[in-house]
Structure formats: structure tokens, C-alpha cells
């Protein structure tokens, strides 16, 4: 590539300015940091220049970066200016890419929707009346508005692939383990991962190898060797042998989604792949032990959050136990608020083996049906959602059946196996739909090249909201 | 599975989350978890008997580093973001001579 750095910058950052107060994607734009970095980059000898020279990347805004904030959407980190940056951020500074902007979510990445976000929602840009999805969801936004060409989400339980499947770009959840989690603010620590979105296969394998890899600041980044994912996907991808899972095709399945899934498999099948039917059969008890786990997880991290370190702290409090808990109720959104509530009381004497131990359980066997049905293929396909991207305010009353948004995702988070979104298809009002692929651990490459082989046979990717257009 | 949360019990967490909550938050909170609780027993469904817990997807256990001494952030980086602080320490409300809740 030759575009300068600062051009590609100077345009990603027009581009906010020009479509954001739209779709409001963005919390902090870095125009004077990342404008900086570019002219550094460009003043650089080129040799050698790093493989995403000059790409203006955007970050959710709970990967800590050393210039800006890093709110996580919280009005209890509103002013947070965190003393270091994130592994995957240096990460993506070595290979010379520049971070222009921190993206909205849902506060402390949980929700479905962007609605919980401590600031303003953000909007689907293929019709502003819909959410994007959540908890990524301007990170999604900014890719699939064009914005910029990649971004970095994270993911607890869904929060990259179900956005991405709402706003037709791709979305990958590397396995646990793969890239650090040094600097993402902690969630669900033994489900937390950051990942790659980008408009389509390519640019998630080159944003993948950027980041993922061993780091010693965080004990949980395995070992494994990363693979080398462009040459994998250079090559041919052999004999496909599809998993097809009758549970991820029950009630509640949207007709147009089934369409298009279904159409998807059949692509496959016409590329010569082996479909079969396997069976995940724990597969209704996902969301119960996802969030059993999720929340008790939370309550324990967000204990951090108490008003003497960093953040907001509540005037004149009585006591320092009014300092905390009057902290905390001024800080906190209403979801994180009830998640912390749900996860205590997990935790708590005399539930804990009720709930939490039996939540624990729940996700051995909700495991252990993966690893069975991975003997026979190499990939799970499935709707990524079970319906296409909902209108605000739809679930906002309702935090059970937003929790059901992510039925079909939250099992490969538990399970801690790789996972992405892509686009499969429109519906008739052309609203998204996308298409789950779920792999063994660590076959990321396998995975890739599997959702590429699909990308090579459909156009689907290559459609843009018309937003973009104006 | 034990039965459905009471208010005295949503108050009992909330002292727990150090979370201080409006009379309006307790109500509305507890019916939320009440109903979420209500979803989550079905759990109890499922027969365990014998089942490991998993508490962590991979098989990763006891990884140990070398304790090196290396460089980290300065005194006044750590207390940069800090509400109130008295250098090099963090300021907080009296804690000693005082009933503990």
C-alpha cells in the first residue's frame, strides 16, 4: 500500500466528522493523537514498515489506551485516563496502525444493544430506528459504516458476533487464551477476549495476526504457537466437513434468518463440503449457566470500582461505607447495577452451590458437547442471532429476553472456542442477517478459511448501508 | 433450587455489592432478579452428579514467571486518576475509630 499514513488517517477522521453525529459509533475521537502518530509513521524510514502501516483502527472503549479516556461507557470511569495501553494496542502499534477512535458499548460490555451505554446509544446504520447490537457496538458501527477499515471489539458472551451479525460485517472471537487480555478492562475474567472485526475474511486474519500471541502480563494467553493465518488462507481449504446443529434451528428462529442460514449452508454445499447433523444437546441450558457465571465473575471485578483509586466518588459520604456504596449507585448504569446484584447473590452463603457450583457444572457439559461434536466436523454453522437487529427501546424493559439475544452465542464462550460472525444475507426490509461458524480451540486458521471459502462464492460482504452513499 | 429473592434479601446483596439503592432500585431490581432466577432454575434440570465444575475452558493451571524486578508506572502516574489523594497516598474517609457495619 502507498497511501501515506496521514492520508489514511486525515480520511478515517473526516469520515467521523461526517457520519458519526448520525450514528454516534464513537466516544472519543483521537484526531490530535492519531493525526501525531501518522506523521510519525510517515517521517519513519520505511524499511521495514509494518504490516497495517498507517491503517486507522477503532477500539472499544474498554481496551485501555494511554492517550484519551477509557470509559468502558461508564459515568463512574467518565474521566479515566488509564497509565498504560493495553497489550493488543501495542500490538497494533508495532504492526503501525493507528487508533483513531474509542467506540461506544454497552456500559462495562454488558448488554445486547448499546442501549446501557452510560452515555448515548448508538445506531445501526442500516436503519438508525434499530439498535447495532452489543456490547461491541461502535466498534461494529465504525467498520460497517466504513469509518474505518478494522476495529477491535471484546467479547464476554456474544458482544462482537451478535453487533457484526446486526450490521452485516465480520466479527471474530479468538479462543480464551489466544490474545491478552492485558488492559481490557475485566468483565468475566475466565470468559473476557478481545477481537478482530473487519468488512470481511482478510481483514480479520490480518488484524488477528497483529494482536494474538502469548504475553506474559497475562497468565491466561497460552503458548501456542500463532499460526501464520494470510498463507493458511492463501490456501486451498480441502475437504469442508460442516456441522450442522439441529438446537440452533428451533422456536423462536426468525423465517428470514432460517432462509438465509439454511441458503448459506446450501453454498456450502455446492462448494463440496460434507454437511452433517450433530448435536449439542446442553444447548437450552446455555444462557442459564452463562449467566450464572458471567454475573458472579462481575460482581467480583467490579469490586475495584469503589471511588478511592480512580473514578468517580460521591460527595461528602457519611462514612467510607457510604463512600463505596454511594460511589457505586451514582457510578453504575441500572444493568450493571442489576448483573453485580445476580452475581453477589450467587456468590452468596448458602446459594453458592445452588447457583454457582451448578452453573460451573452446566458449562463441563455445555463443553463437553462441543469437543463430542467436533469428532465430526470441523466447523458448527448457525444463525449468529436468532432475529435480525430489534428497534430501540424493544427489550430496554425486558433484561431476560435481551439476555436471549445471545442464545446462539454465549456456549463457545463457555465452551472457550473460537467463534465469528459473517454476512449471509438480507431480509426483505434489508436489515443483515449473519451466519455463526464455531471451530475447536486454537483452529482459528481452519476457521478463517472456511468462512473465506463462503466469502469467495457470495457477495454478500461486499454490500454497503446506504449511509455510506450520503 | 432455593425459591424466589424477598426484599429483605435484595437489601442484604446490596449491603453485600457495597451498593446503595434507592427504595424504587430495591423493588424494581427484585422482581428483575426474582424473574431471571425463575429462568436460571432450570438449571437444576440437569443431573450433575459427577460432573467437574469448569471455572476456567482451558487446561491452564499454576503458571508461574520468574519474579524479576522490571520497570512500572511512577507515583504520580498511579495517583493521576485518583478522586482524592495526598501524595504519595491515596486519601479516604476515616476508617479506624469508628463501628465497623
Redesign the interface.
Known amino acids: 500500500m502507498n497511501a501515506s499514513a496521514a492520508g489514511q488517517v486525515s480520511e478515517a477522521l473526516a469520515r467521523i466528522r461526517r457520519l458519526d453525529p448520525h450514528l454516534r459509533c464513537v466516544l472519543t475521537a483521537l484526531e490530535e493523537d492519531a493525526s501525531a502518530r501518522a506523521a510519525a509513521l510517515d517521517a519513519a524510514p520505511p524499511t521495514p514498515r509494518g504490516p497495517l502501516f498507517g491503517v486507522p483502527v477503532a477500539v472499544k472503549d474498554n481496551i485501555c489506551t494511554s492517550s484519551g479516556a477509557t470509559t468502558c461507557g461508564s459515568k463512574i470511569l467518565a474521566?479515566?485516563?488509564a497509565?498504560?495501553a493495553a497489550h493488543v494496542i501495542e500490538r497494533l502499534h508495532e504492526a503501525g496502525a493507528v487508533v483513531v477512535a474509542k467506540t461506544n458499548l454497552d456500559e462495562f460490555a454488558m448488554g445486547s444493544s448499546t442501549e446501557n451505554s452510560g452515555f448515548f446509544p448508538t445506531r445501526n446504520p442500516w436503519d438508525v430506528e434499530r439498535v447495532p447490537g452489543g456490547s461491541s457496538g461502535g466498534s461494529i458501527v465504525a467498520v460497517a459504516a466504513r469509518l474505518v477499515p478494522y476495529a477491535l471489539g471484546s467479547e464476554t458472551g456474544g458482544s462482537i458476533r451478535q453487533p457484526a451479525s446486526f450490521c452485516g460485517v465480520c466479527g471474530l472471537k479468538p479462543?480464551?487464551?489466544r490474545v491478552s487480555r492485558y488492559g481490557l478492562v475485566a468483565f468475566a475474567s475466565?470468559l473476557d477476549q478481545v477481537g478482530p472485526v473487519a468488512v470481511d475474511v482478510p481483514g480479520v486474519v490480518r488484524l488477528l495476526g497483529a494482536i494474538a500471541g502469548r504475553d506474559?502480563r497475562d497468565?491466561?494467553s497460552?503458548g501456542e504457537p500463532v499460526p501464520d493465518y494470510e498463507g493458511m488462507l492463501a490456501e486451498s481449504p480441502g475437504r469442508i466437513r460442516i456441522g450442522y446443529a439441529r438446537e440452533y434451528f428451533g422456536e423462536g428462529l426468525h423465517p428470514e434468518t432460517r432462509k438465509a442460514t439454511e441458503a448459506a449452508i446450501e453454498v456450502y454445499r455446492k462448494l463440496g463440503a460434507d454437511v452433517r447433523e450433530i448435536s449439542l444437546p446442553?444447548s437450552?441450558?446455555t444462557?442459564?449457566?452463562y449467566?450464572?457465571v458471567c454475573t458472579a465473575e462481575a460482581?467480583s471485578n467490579l469490586?475495584r470500582f469503589?471511588?478511592?483509586?480512580?473514578?468517580?466518588?460521591t460527595k461528602e459520604?457519611a462514612?467510607?461505607?457510604?463512600?463505596?456504596?454511594?460511589t457505586?449507585?451514582e457510578g453504575?448504569g441500572?444493568e450493571v447495577?442489576?448483573r453485580?446484584?445476580?452475581g453477589?447473590?450467587a456468590l452468596?452463603s448458602?446459594?453458592y452451590d445452588?447457583?454457582y457450583?451448578?452453573?460451573?457444572?452446566?458449562?463441563?457439559?455445555i463443553?463437553s458437547d462441543f469437543l463430542e461434536a467436533f469428532k465430526a466436523c470441523d466447523v458448527i454453522v448457525s444463525p449468529t442471532t436468532p432475529t435480525p437487529a430489534f428497534r430501540f427501546g424493544e427489550k430496554a424493559d425486558n433484561?431476560?429476553e435481551m439476555?436471549l439475544a445471545d442464545i446462539y452465542n454465549c456456549a463457545a464462550n463457555?465452551?472457550?472456542?473460537p467463534a465469528m460472525s459473517i454476512p449471509c444475507g438480507f431480509t426483505e426490509s434489508g436489515l443483515p442477517i449473519g451466519l455463526q461458524l464455531m471451530a475447536p480451540?486454537f483452529a482459528e486458521g481452519r476457521l478463517l478459511q472456511i468462512a473465506h471459502a463462503y466469502q469467495k462464492a457470495t457477495e454478500h460482504h461486499l454490500r454497503k448501508p446506504p449511509i455510506c452513499a450520503e | 433450587m432455593p425459591g424466589k429473592i424477598d426484599e429483605k434479601q435484595v437489601r442484604h446483596i446490596a449491603h453485600l455489592a457495597r451498593l446503595k439503592l434507592t427504595d424504587a432500585e430495591v423493588a424494581r431490581i427484585g422482581a428483575q432478579l426474582s424473574g431471571i432466577l425463575e429462568y436460571v432454575e432450570k438449571l437444576g434440570e440437569l443431573s450433575t452428579e459427577g460432573v467437574e465444575p469448569t471455572a476456567h475452558a482451558l487446561p491452564v493451571c499454576n503458571v508461574f514467571r520468574d519474579d524479576v524486578p522490571g520497570a512500572w508506572f511512577a507515583p504520580e502516574a498511579a495517583l493521576a486518576n485518583a478522586p482524592e489523594k495526598d501524595p504519595p497516598f491515596f486519601k479516604v474517609p476515616k476508617v479506624l475509630d469508628q463501628e465497623t457495619a
Open positions: 474521566d479515566f485516563r497509565p498504560y479462543t480464551y487464551g475466565s506474559e497468565s491466561t497460552v446442553h437450552a441450558y444462557i442459564a449457566c449467566y450464572i460482581s469490586a469503589d471511588g478511592v483509586r480512580y473514578g468517580h466518588r459520604p462514612d467510607y461505607i457510604d463512600m463505596y456504596s454511594a457505586r449507585d453504575f441500572p447495577k442489576r453485580i446484584m445476580l453477589t447473590y452468596s448458602g446459594y445452588a447457583y457450583l451448578k452453573a460451573l457444572k452446566a458449562r463441563t457439559l463443553k433484561p431476560l439476555y463457555l465452551a472457550g472456542i480451540h
